[in-house]
């Protein structure tokens, strides 16, 4: 069973532009959630999707906004980039469909770094 | 607001010594409670998780204990190895179904 890809795994932008990232779930798991990690601030939940809708949201600012498609793959955009974003971006996906989202299984995440 | 507190944020431990990390959380509507290991160049992975029913869990040299009442959840390690070396984080689901991530347990086996 093929795990949680993401993609590109290494970024490099400039302040200003945008920057769009991909998540492919496992299989079968119809919840991904986005992490935000840097060294300062550990792993700074972003958002969760379930079934196309998001359903839970981080404290982040509106320049990070996401969407998932009918197959469960999610992407993820950040507009007018800061270098304050330069992170490591992960996507998490578990079965997610009852009260308890049980397990997530995370990506090797996608290396943002903003110049 | 949700808050979750891990310590300590680093602990060396000799091979073979065991190793304690505890996560509290502020949430009394918490009811899934993991532990995960991040690995240098890779995303964390699970190594055990609770539920809310339940106070003790054991899976080899690993376990975790929660205590609902003083809303707090620890992770044990026996035996510790040096492949245990690693960034270990609590993230207990809220009852608003979010997963927050405590700040991480840096911990060193030295061989």
């Known amino acids: 069973k093929a795990g949680v890809t993401q993609t590109p795994r290494y970024l490099i932008k400039t302040r200003g532009q945008q920057v769009t990232l991909s998540c492919s779930p496992i299989?079968?798991?119809?919840?991904v959630s986005w992490y935000q990690q840097t060294p300062g601030q550990g792993l700074q939940f972003l958002f969760e999707?379930?079934?196309?809708?998001?359903?839970n949201k981080g404290n982040f600012p509106g320049r990070f906004s996401g969407r998932q498609f009918s197959n469960s793959r999610s992407e993820m955009n950040v507009s007018t980039l800061e270098l304050g974003d330069s992170a490591l971006y992960l996507c998490a996906s578990s079965s997610g469909g009852g009260t308890i989202r049980g397990e997530a299984f995370f990506g090797q995440g996608t290396r943002l770094t903003v110049v | 607001g949700e808050n979750v507190e891990q310590h300590p944020s680093t602990l060396s431990v000799q091979e073979g010594d065991s190793a304690v990390i505890k996560c509290t959380y502020s949430?009394?509507?918490?009811?899934?409670f993991p532990w995960y290991k991040q690995e240098l160049g890779k995303g964390p992975q699970l190594i055990i998780d609770i539920r809310s029913n339940v106070g003790e869990k054991k899976d080899q040299r690993i376990a975790v204990t929660l205590n609902k009442t003083a809303k707090h959840f620890s992770l044990h390690i026996t035996e510790t190895q040096p492949e245990d070396s690693a960034v270990y984080f609590c993230?207990?689901?809220?009852?608003?179904?979010?997963?927050?991530f405590g700040a991480g347990t840096r911990l060193f086996v030295k061989a």
């Open positions: 999707y379930f079934s196309e809708t998001q359903r």
């Open positions: 299989s079968g798991h119809r919840s």
């Open positions: 949430d009394s509507a918490s009811n899934y």
């Open positions: 993230a207990p689901q809220t009852g608003g179904f979010k997963t927050i």
